[in-house]
């Protein structure tokens, strides 16, 4: 009995631009790769990578009819023709990013088995290619050693992979692939990666990890974040005799940036993982942890970066986890004495989240900012003698096993009230004193008191621990820097809610309480 293979695609040296119509709405797209087969892999004009898939070439239809379609009524002179002008000379540098651009451009696995999920992969991620794929690979029609592999890049081994002359060797003979041959099979305990499923099977009979190494930082209720330093936890990925893991001691961190990469594009992996710390997420179950997530950033960065790049894995987004490791970063930068930011550039997504931590993190600095009383005193009692209202008093003192409860959306419970008012005052001293109260008498002889507050944008950013950049951003995208008068930027308490409701700003994810970091 033989198996039918199909021959490598045909790489598309320059984009040819063609519509597709998808869900209802004309697409213009690019053509990346054809397959023998009539399957083409298409880059949607304006989109990110992660939306790029392979589709039946029929369903293509030539750009300039579309647009000669929208624009047959419209009358427009004909452009001169260019002059030929032949290519420029590339260096050898820049001759290997063009090539890197091009095979990257491709997913080189379409899906990625990972536990009891099965993934479809946003991104290429530079696994490497063993001599045993590279052999398989000259079987395929067409293929050959040569043809397999990168021109002047040498083959990897298990032992050889953390070789950066090595990266972009994984998988190239499989991005052509369908079915289970495009699928990467990655162990959710140790990271392991295989490329076939009856070993994946095999492995994960024997791996006995329960959870990352390393310690941990932060723990509530089920939920935990391991600091793992990818200078000291070199530790083998597994105990399964059938891979000779006793042998060669493939790293975790290695192996968890390698998983990472499939749904991270802008940023550059590093097999060397020893300048930078890892904090993975994890949910706890009777039997072990299960990776939610993770971020890494570099244990010294001149430019003070608390994050490199972050990672929430798809089955498990939407639901928080994401803003629980931005808040856990800015924690880490706060109790260091630094006002962090994440490395750039900053994916779309990124760029998303991070705009809604620096948004909702002013807005809940604002509304204690501008309130005469925290919200859980909504009265204040005096006898004899007038309330001083120019600092915000102390919350009463209860037995904490009293307070209403709320849950979070994860294992672990958070009190019903406002937990940031820790100084004697309820404020810290730099903020009570941007505050003022002004009071007035009404004519029924009660009072009426309002906060007006005047501080600058440097020190609305310093006492929220953000930079100044971000925290200009955050208050330029929410609107509340459009009211200005002769120079000074007016925001009121109303303002301040209308952003609330509009951007829908929670709680805290992080409890502070909960950070173990000494």
């Not at 990168?150 to 991005?175: F, M, Q, Y």
């Not at 919350?395 to 940031?420: F, H, I, M, Q, V």
Request: hydrophobic fraction near 35%; aromatic fraction near 8%; include cysteine.
């Amino acid at each position: 009995m033989t198996e039918s293979t199909s021959a490598p695609p045909q790489l598309i040296s320059q984009n040819t631009s063609y519509i597709v119509n998808k869900n209802g709405a004309d697409q213009l797209v690019n053509i990346l790769q054809r397959r023998p087969d009539g399957q083409v892999y298409v880059h949607y004009d304006g989109f990110d990578k992660r939306l790029d898939e392979w589709i039946p070439g029929a369903i293509l239809k030539p750009a300039n009819e579309f647009a000669r379609k929208r624009k047959r009524d419209t009358p427009s002179p004909t452009p001169p023709e260019p002059e030929t002008q032949p290519d420029p000379l590339m260096t050898e540098e820049e001759f290997d990013i063009k090539h890197h651009k091009q095979i990257t451009a491709q997913r080189n696995f379409d899906k990625v088995n990972f536990g009891q999920w099965r993934i479809k992969t946003w991104y290429f991620s530079p696994y490497p290619l063993t001599d045993s794929e590279l052999e398989d690979s000259t079987g395929l029609p067409g293929g050959s050693a040569s043809t397999s592999k990168i021109p002047g890049v040498n083959r990897a081994t298990v032992r050889s992979h953390g070789r950066t002359s090595d990266l972009l060797a994984g998988g190239l003979t499989r991005s052509h692939l369908s079915g289970e041959k495009s699928i990467l099979w990655v162990c959710d305990r140790c990271f392991k990666y295989m490329a076939e499923g009856a070993a994946w099977e095999m492995h994960i009979k024997q791996c006995d990890r329960r959870h990352p190494p390393g310690r941990k930082v932060y723990q509530r209720g089920a939920h935990i974040i391991w600091e793992v330093d990818g200078a000291k936890d070199k530790v083998p990925t597994s105990r399964c005799p059938h891979s000779n893991a006793y042998d060669d001691l493939q790293l975790y961190c290695q192996n968890l940036s390698l998983f990472g990469k499939l749904f991270i594009d802008v940023k550059t992996l590093f097999f060397d993982c020893d300048n930078f710390l890892f904090y993975i997420l994890t949910d706890a179950d009777s039997q072990r942890d299960h990776v939610l997530g993770f971020f890494s950033k570099e244990k010294i960065s001149y430019d003070d970066y608390n994050l490199a790049c972050i990672i929430v894995l798809p089955p498990y987004q939407r639901k928080g986890y994401g803003m629980l490791m931005i808040e856990f970063s800015y924690e880490v930068s706060r109790r260091a004495g630094k006002i962090g930011t994440p490395e750039r550039p900053l994916s779309d997504l990124g760029l998303r989240s991070y705009l809604t931590y620096w948004v909702a993190t002013l807005i809940r600095f604002f509304r204690r900012l501008l309130s005469v009383l925290p919200p859980d005193r909504p009265t204040v009692t005096s006898s004899g003698r007038l309330p001083d209202l120019t600092g915000v008093l102390p919350p009463p003192s209860e037995d904490a096993n009293s307070r209403k409860k709320r849950a979070k959306g994860w294992d672990g419970e958070t009190p019903d009230s406002n937990s940031t008012f820790t100084s004697p005052n309820g404020l810290d001293d730099t903020i009570a004193a941007m505050r003022t109260v002004l009071t007035t008498t009404n004519p029924d002889g009660s009072a009426t008191s309002h906060v007006v507050v005047r501080s600058t944008l440097a020190e609305i950013a310093s006492a929220t621990n953000l930079r100044i950049e971000d925290a200009a951003f955050a208050l330029n995208e929410c609107g509340l820097l459009g009211s200005t008068l002769e120079g000074v930027v007016g925001i009121t308490r109303e303002m301040v809610e209308a952003v609330a409701k509009e951007r829908n700003v929670k709680r805290m994810c992080l409890d502070p309480a909960h950070v173990m970091l000494t």
